[in-house]
């Protein structure tokens, strides 16, 4: 969607690697979130930020860890990846908190872990 | 912990039958409420939403909801599918101070 994009669209790892997704918008919103979509599950939150160098966890965030050290990036890590993790991976902005104005979501990252 | 349920999983339909889907949240408090669908391949977009007023909402491509409050739902309908329809369709629910939260969706597909 215009002004959030993730990096990259689609990746293959190997069990026990680091992985590092990127989140950039332009749109100049404090709110940023990871989510992970699985089947029958929908988007459960892994992480957010309310903020530059402020983060919280969400639903699922075991084995994940967040940056943000400016307002556009949100970065997600997995530590050492597991088969687990194969998901789709989508960041959404939003600029107000606590009234739900909606989210915008980036176009997902395909993550496979063999 | 609030959640959001979405019961049908799976729905088929051809095309010009009426749709409905299912939600219902558990926050008991003020909550926000939103349908969004997902054309295959593609992100989340925003189809409607309800904060106050008016219990019916109108949102883009004819469909609509309903919110219930003593039924704690929120369903989606339109009276006519189109098979540019087919989606998988997300209920969510924001309550103040809290996340938004997903139901598991529903996939819709609509044959010509």
């Known amino acids: 969607d215009a002004g959030i994009t993730q990096s990259p669209r689609h990746k293959v790892t190997e069990t026990g690697t680091p992985v590092t997704l990127r989140c950039h918008q332009t749109?100049?919103?404090?709110?940023m979130y990871w989510y992970r979509q699985d089947p029958g599950h929908g988007l459960r939150l892994i992480h957010y930020?309310?903020?530059?160098?402020d983060t919280d966890k969400g639903e699922v965030s075991d084995g994940y860890s967040v940056s943000r050290s400016k307002t556009e990036d949100f970065l997600l890590t997995l530590e050492s990846a597991t088969s687990s993790q194969t998901s789709v991976y989508f960041c959404?902005?939003?600029?107000?908190w606590g009234v739900g104005y909606g989210y915008t979501f980036g176009s997902g990252t395909r993550l496979t872990v063999v | 912990a609030q959640s959001v349920s979405q019961h049908n999983h799976h729905v088929i339909l051809s095309e010009a039958a009426s749709l409905e889907l299912g939600c219902n949240y558990s926050?008991?408090?003020?909550?926000?409420l939103f349908w969004y669908v997902q054309y295959p391949g593609q992100h989340l977009q925003l189809l409607l939403k309800?904060?106050?007023?008016?219990?019916l909402v109108k949102g883009i491509k004819g469909f609509e909801a309903e919110f219930i409050k003593s039924k704690f739902s929120f369903n989606l309908r339109k009276p006519s599918v189109q098979w540019s329809d087919t989606a998988e369709y997300f209920c969510?629910?924001?309550?103040?101070?809290?996340?938004?939260?997903f139901g598991g969706g529903t996939r819709l597909m609509v044959k010509p």
């Open positions: 969510a629910a924001h309550n103040a101070g809290n996340m938004l939260t």
């Open positions: 749109e100049n919103h404090r709110y």
């Open positions: 309800y904060f106050s007023g008016d219990p």
């Open positions: 959404a902005i939003s600029d107000e």
């Open positions: 930020s309310y903020g530059v160098k």
């Open positions: 926050y008991g408090g003020t909550v926000n």
